[in-house]
């Protein structure tokens, strides 16, 4: 239930980023930007007897979250697509969070979704690009750190889960 919930949570994030409109802020958004392009998958996850597995698709400043459920358990068939989102983002500065004990250079980052404008959720995002296939982070959002407002936006990464680059 933990891993839905997080599941979840990033994706509400992801999706409330994308309804923030289109430009950059702050320092090395742009870098970050480059990184996230292309098509990230969260790990295959299994719910009370379903097989499940998000997919986000950044293109420029503009994302698709793609839910999907599987017949297997390694999320390797094609699977049935329940629900496809569009949304935006928004990079803002450059800060030090840490991933484990480990510090890193991440970025603030607001999501929104297309079909829920009025909703932003504010989280951080961290490309690990010295693992293969390449890993995005996003905050911990434990406790009071839940990214409802800005000033709720995690201050740590949660290094437990991620999304792996396609």
Same mark, same amino acid.
């Given at each position: 239930m933990k891993r839905m919930t997080w599941i979840l949570a990033a994706s509400a994030t992801l999706v409330a980023i994308s309804a923030c409109g289109g430009s950059n802020t702050g320092g090395g958004g742009s870098s970050f930007e480059a990184q996230i392009q292309g098509t990230w998958l969260v790990l295959c996850n299994t719910v009370a007897g379903s097989t499940e597995r998000l997919s986000?698709?950044?293109?420029? #400043?503009?994302?698709?979250? /793609?839910?999907?459920?599987?017949?297997?358990?390694?999320?390797?068939?094609?699977?049935?697509?329940?629900?496809?989102?569009?949304?935006?983002?928004?990079?803002?500065?450059?800060?030090?969070?840490? #991933?484990?004990?480990?510090?890193?250079?991440?970025?603030?980052?607001?999501?929104? #979704?297309? *079909?829920?404008?009025?909703?932003?959720?504010?989280d951080l995002g961290y490309?690990?690009?010295?693992?293969?296939?390449?890993?995005?982070?996003?905050?911990?959002?434990?406790?009071?750190?839940?990214?409802? /407002? *800005?000033?709720t936006r995690p201050t740590t990464l949660d290094g437990a889960s991620y999304l792996v680059k396609q």
């Open positions: 986000f698709t950044f293109s420029g #400043l503009g994302f698709t979250r /793609t839910f999907k459920t599987y017949t297997n358990v390694t999320c390797t068939e094609p699977g049935t697509v329940v629900s496809t989102e569009t949304g935006s983002i928004v990079i803002g500065s450059s800060v030090t969070a840490n #991933l484990g004990s480990t510090p890193v250079t991440a970025y603030q980052i607001n999501l929104t #979704l297309g *079909a829920n404008p009025g909703w932003t959720a504010y490309v690990d690009a010295t693992v293969t296939p390449n890993r995005l982070y996003t905050g911990d959002s434990t406790g009071v750190n839940t990214g409802n /407002t *800005a000033a």
